[in-house]
């Protein structure tokens, strides 16, 4: 079963490899603010260990944001085809 990223379930940690930079980032977190939903954010453009650990969960996909719920890569991009 595909977990819908704009509806993670409760309690889930959601993880964000973002670029600062990137629109479709910009979108998701205020997305996720908007609805109270709890992430962590990680600046892969920025900080070399978050995009070693961002391309270890895409297998090297540079598409922004990377989304990881529980430990488990779901999707690059955001929106409805994502997009990044």
Known sequence: MAIDVEHPPVGAKLELYISPSCPYCRDALAYYDRNRVAYTKHDAQNDRRAREAMFAY?????TVP???IDGAYVQSGWGHPPRG
């Open 58 to 62: 895409t297998k090297g996909d540079p």
């Open 66 to 68: 990377a989304i990881v």
